[in-house]
């Protein structure tokens, strides 16, 4: 889908920072919005979503259990 997302999980990355999960999270609603940067009208709800999906995938990193092998 966006190949600027990185995997943000052990083993690919092991020191995930709120900056990488927020950047991954801007670059996710700039690919489904089609808007690199929103207009004023759209802005709230631009980093409404961003907010709400970083908060989803810090959720998520911090569920998984990862396991040895593949």
């Known amino acids: 889908m966006c190949r ?3 995997t943000l999980r052990p083993p690919y990355t ?3 920072t709120e900056d990488d999960v927020r950047a991954a999270a801007l670059q996710y609603v700039r690919k489904i919005s089609g808007f690199r ?3 004023a ?8 979503a961003v907010e ?3 908060r989803a995938s810090e959720e998520l990193l911090g569920a998984l259990q990862v396991r040895g092998g593949r």
């Open 52 to 54: 709400t999906i970083a």
């Open 37 to 39: 940067a929103p207009a």
């Open 14 to 16: 092991e020191d995930v």
């Open 41 to 48: 009208h759209n802005a709230e709800a631009f980093d409404r």
């Open 4 to 6: 600027s997302i990185k």
